[in-house]
């Protein structure tokens, strides 16, 4: 420990006044001492006089002195720095439902089997941190803005309705956006708290077509994210054998 762990160290200087006090209190006893021997008759003094109480005389002095090292201690205003995690991040879920989430091939559906997963990661994951909902098929759409409020988020994820198409680019772009939005409100002198994308998804995206130069879709849209730091995890849901039953017509998935 050192004068740097004090905010006002100064106070100190009031331990000499304290020092000042035992020196006299010291001197005091010395002094009382040399007078009872000097002019005190031994033999009547021991007649008359009670039992000397010893070292207990002295303890009303030794408190007085511990509080008084106590208090300026105190008015020092000792300090000690620690490193105490900050739960800052920002994690936005993104859940494809798009018509081929309906496969059967993953027990019951492919959608049921990414709410079950999703549920699951929204419940374990730190409350600290801010978690985010967003759906896509043919647009996407943010259900929840980043919230640490796990209800919200969990009742969102057990309305998911299906729809066509397949916006992976959009729904990357729509989450980078609500992460900025909500960095610009929660960031500080520290910058922009961390943030990352978990992408649930059956397949690839069918809007725009898949091209790596569309300015919308989701190389271009990873590759923003990539820029910005954002990591994206994605998660697959289905198997090559899934199948739908769209307008009496099935359809391999």
Not at 71 to 89: C, F, H, W
Not at 157 to 162: G, M, S, T, W, Y
Not at 174 to 179: E, G, N, R, T, V
Not at 187 to 212: C, F, H, W, Y
């Amino acid at each position: 420990m050192s004068f740097r762990n004090f905010a006002t160290p100064w106070w100190f200087l009031l331990l000499i006044a304290v020092a000042a006090l035992v020196v006299g209190y010291l001197y005091v006893q010395r002094l009382l001492r040399k007078r009872t021997l000097r002019f005190a008759n031994l033999e009547l003094l021991e007649r008359v006089a009670p039992n000397q109480q010893g070292w207990i005389r002295h303890v009303p002095a030794i408190v007085l002195i511990i509080g008084l090292v106590l208090l300026t201690t105190a008015m020092a205003g000792p300090t000690a720095q620690q490193k105490v995690p900050r739960n800052r991040a920002t994690v936005m879920l993104v859940i494809d439902v798009s018509l081929s989430m309906e496969a059967t091939d993953v027990a019951p559906t492919r959608l049921k089997a990414a709410q079950v997963a999703a549920k699951s990661f929204a419940e374990g994951l730190t409350p600290g941190v801010n978690l985010g909902l967003i759906t896509f098929a043919g647009t996407a759409t943010v259900l929840v803005a980043p919230t640490t409020d796990r209800v919200g988020v969990a009742k969102a994820i057990d309305n998911l309705k299906l729809a066509q198409s397949t916006a992976t680019g959009e729904a990357i772009f729509a989450a980078l956006q609500a992460i900025e939005g909500f960095s610009q409100v929660v960031g500080g002198p520290e910058g922009p708290p961390p943030a990352r994308i978990v992408l649930m998804s059956d397949g690839k995206q069918t809007i725009p077509t898949e091209n790596e130069e569309d300015p919308r879709g989701s190389y271009t849209a990873a590759k923003a994210a990539a820029d910005k730091k954002i990591p994206i995890t994605t998660i697959s849901f289905g198997t090559k054998e899934g199948t739908v039953d769209i307008e009496g017509r099935v359809q391999s998935v």
